[in-house]
């Protein structure tokens, strides 16, 4: 089934109206509230970008570019990640169906199909982390896994789940969505993965996702932060065209129509509550755990095991590519 044929096309309301604070295969709905990390904690309260700014509504605190950063430790086993995925994730953010997003000219219709494979990409997600919870010897890296299988099958696949009933797709149609060929791929993959090495290499494929969503939504926060409307500006020169104003020969310039405020991207009207979900402080705290968790499983590893991590890390790094690509073609 197509976005098509789940009424993707038909629908052209704002993703507010339609219920779109369903952040995609994220942690930010799973469980973030269990997570002790405040917003100040993580710097997130030091971008002070508002919406009102830009003449819309105002926008939560959201996390300053490069927050996503806090909590990596130099030397690290994630910094080393990191490292080996600049490229990957530089290409990421400037992907079409990105930037697509981040200045709101992304066609409603491939938003809906990126959303309904990424509804059924949820349920292998949620068994990447089961597996985790079974591959763990540690009571407590158990209990993380196993609050994030909770929040997405009751919690994030809900928000979905609301998300497309005001869309007018019906949970059997959603259900129905077969996955695409690229996201088949990447959930076998993370699944092989889970199942064939231990809770370090679950961690290093979560991760990959979690946190280059984090880092895609603060970049386009900081990049596209909108403009306030003008009063008798030019919306194209910025020559002043109020009455009694001079041009720059000094005659009386013509009348001009105010400039109209330019919403950021955190601020537009449809994908707004998409960019706020993972750019906020309680997304930013989830991740800060899985940071932390990833370094702790990868504590006493030797130098071939770290490298596997890497690996597995980069692997998941070229699929969000891959995701990114297949939603901005529909391709099934």
């Known amino acids: ?31 973030c509230a269990a997570n002790t990390h405040s917003a ?32 990596i430790r130099p030397g690290g086993v994630v910094s080393r990640m990191i490292a080996a995925t600049e490229e990957i994730w530089e290409n990421c953010h400037r992907h079409p169906f990105v930037q697509g997003i981040a200045d709101g000219s992304l066609d409603h219709e491939k938003f809906c199909f990126y959303m309904l494979q990424d509804y059924v990409y949820l349920f292998d997600y949620a068994r990447v982390f089961a597996i985790g919870v079974a591959k763990a010897k540690d009571p407590e890296v158990m209990r993380i896994f196993a609050n994030y299988v909770q929040q997405i099958m009751s919690g994030e696949m809900d928000i ?5 009933k005001r869309l007018g797709i019906s949970p059997e149609d959603a259900e129905r969505t077969v996955p695409s060929l690229d996201n088949l791929s990447y959930t076998s993959y993370m699944i092989r993965i889970a199942y064939d090495d231990g809770a370090a290499e679950v961690a290093a494929a979560i991760l990959s996702c979690a946190l280059s969503y984090e880092a895609i939504a603060e970049r386009m926060v ?13 919306a194209q020169s910025g ?35 998409w960019v706020q979900g993972y750019a906020s402080p309680g997304y930013h705290a989830a991740n800060l755990e899985l940071i932390d968790l990833t370094e ?29 690509d297949m939603a901005w073609e529909m391709r099934s």
């Open 40 to 71: 100040a904690d993580a710097g997130c309260a030091a971008n002070t970008h508002s919406a009102a700014d830009a003449g819309a509504q105002p926008a939560a605190g959201l996390c300053a570019e490069h927050a996503w950063r806090e909590g």
């Open 1 to 31: 089934m197509n976005a098509a044929d789940a009424g993707c096309a038909a629908n052209t309301q704002p993703a507010a109206d339609a219920g779109c604070a369903a952040n995609t295969h994220s942690a930010a709905d799973a469980g």
């Open 296 to 324: 702790r499983l990868a504590e006493g590893l030797d130098e071939a095991r770290l490298q596997h991590l890497i690996d597995v890390f980069v692997n998941c790094s070229r699929y969000e590519l891959l995701f990114w």
């Open 222 to 234: 900081a990049e596209h932060p909108g403009t306030p409307a003008r009063p008798g500006i030019d």
């Open 160 to 164: 979905h789940r609301g998300y497309m």
């Open 239 to 273: 020559i002043d065209a109020r009455p009694g104003a001079e041009n720059g020969d000094g005659h009386p310039a013509a009348a001009r129509p105010d400039a109209a405020a330019r919403p950021g991207a955190a601020d537009h009207p449809f994908y707004g509550e």
